[in-house]
């Protein structure tokens, strides 16, 4: 695979395609290893193929591609993970900052961490979409402005999530009450 380095670093699809086909399983494997959800695995894996194809010029050619691949998979595990620990920081402060006063009380945090679980079982875009749609109550076109996404992608985001939560029975009622009610 080591042939495809400076390829790739010359701006070569066609061995930036090979790598992918030769490497796509392996990486795939590792994110599934790590959050045992295979949408996840799915989305972070393409996101670091795409910063492989971003970041090319930055490739070492003494450096064996694997390697290199991994230490991309890796960073970008990392990125996801810092990212989502800032959505909960950011979801604490909101109920902090509209529900000031109120006690957290062992039924409230239960139920926030029940939303907390329901809601990481969200591939990461859809998340943050449903996040800001129906619990900070931004529309479709204001959503799709933030993430730079069309207004009908965030529709499907909107749509698939739903669904998923669909198959946690109180999923509505525990995102009701845990941003709701105090």
């Known amino acids: 695979m080591q042939e495809y380095i400076q390829n790739i670093i010359n701006d070569d699809q066609v061995a930036f395609e090979m790598v992918f086909k030769l490497s796509h399983r392996k990486i795939y494997a590792y994110y599934l290893k790590k959050t045992a959800s295979a949408e996840l695995a799915d989305e972070l894996t393409q996101l670091a193929f795409i910063k492989l194809w971003r970041f090319r010029h930055t490739l070492a050619t003494n450096i064996s591609m694997d390697i290199q691949l991994f230490r991309i998979a890796k960073s970008t595990l990392l990125d996801h993970f810092k990212k989502v620990a800032a959505e909960e920081r950011n979801l604490k402060s909101y109920y ?9 009380s062992p039924t409230t945090y239960e139920t926030n961490e029940q939303l907390t679980a329901i809601l990481n079982q969200l591939p990461p875009t859809r998340r943050q ?34 669904k998923q939560l669909g198959g ?9 009450l845990a941003y709701h009610i105090s």
């Open 96 to 104: 902090r900052d509209y529900f000031p006063g109120t006690t957290v």
């Open 129 to 162: 979409v449903f996040i800001l749609s129906r619990i900070e109550g931004y529309s479709y076109s204001e959503i799709a402005a933030r993430l730079s996404i069309s207004p009908r992608t965030v529709e499907k985001h909107i749509s698939l999530a739903l």
């Open 168 to 176: 946690y029975g109180s999923a509505t009622v525990i995102i009701f």
